[in-house]
C-alpha cells in the first residue's frame, strides 16, 4: 500500500510539472484514492480544512517513506545537547524519511521547581506550530507571535519529585 501510495503521488507530481500551457488542471484520481483507503472519515463529504488533509497527507506519506537509520555515535559534552540529542535519535530511528527530514522538529520544555529553583527538560518532536495571531487592527509580526508561543510561562503550583 505504501509504494502504491508513493507512486501515485509522484504521478500526480510529474503530472503537475509537466502540464501543458493550454491545460490549467489535473485529476489526481489516483492518489485521491489512495488517500480515501487510508482515511475513508477525512473524505466522507464532511468539512475539512486544508491544514488536517495537509498533515494527513504530510504523516501519510512520511509513513510510506520512512528509512531504517543505524545508530550514531552521540559525543556531546552538555547534558542538555546529549539528552536532546538521544531523544532526536531515538524519535528519527523510528520515523525517518524526506518528510521527516523536511518538516519534523524538537521542542525543549524547561520547568523549574518553585521550592529549591531545580528544573527538569522534556524533548517532544514536533511537525508543525500552531501559532496564535493576536486581533489587531494593524499586521502583527511574526516574530511577536513566535516570542509570544516560545515565552516563559509561571506554573504557580508546581514542586518537584525532590521537594
Partial sequence: QNE??????????????????????????????????LEPCLFSGGQQDS???????????????????CDTEIQVEDYVKQEARKQWVGYVKENRSALCETFCGQFRSRVRCNACLGHSDSFDPFW????SVPKSRTPV???????????????????????
Avoid at 491544514?51 to 537509520?69: G, I, R, Y
Fill in 4 to 37: 502504491t501510495l508513493l507512486q501515485s503521488f509522484s504521478e500526480t507530481i510529474v503530472e503537475l510539472s509537466t502540464l501543458p500551457a493550454t491545460r490549467s488542471w489535473i485529476s489526481p484520481g489516483t492518489l485521491w484514492q489512495h488517500l480515501q483507503e
Fill in 51 to 69: 491544514h488536517e488533509f495537509l498533515k494527513f497527507l504530510l504523516d501519510s506519506l512520511h509513513e510510506a517513506m520512512k528509512q531504517d537509520v
Fill in 128 to 131: 508543525d506550530l500552531s501559532l
Fill in 141 to 163: 509580526p511574526l516574530s511577536q507571535c513566535f516570542a509570544s508561543f516560545f515565552g516563559e510561562e509561571t506554573v504557580s503550583s508546581y514542586q518537584c519529585e525532590k521537594c
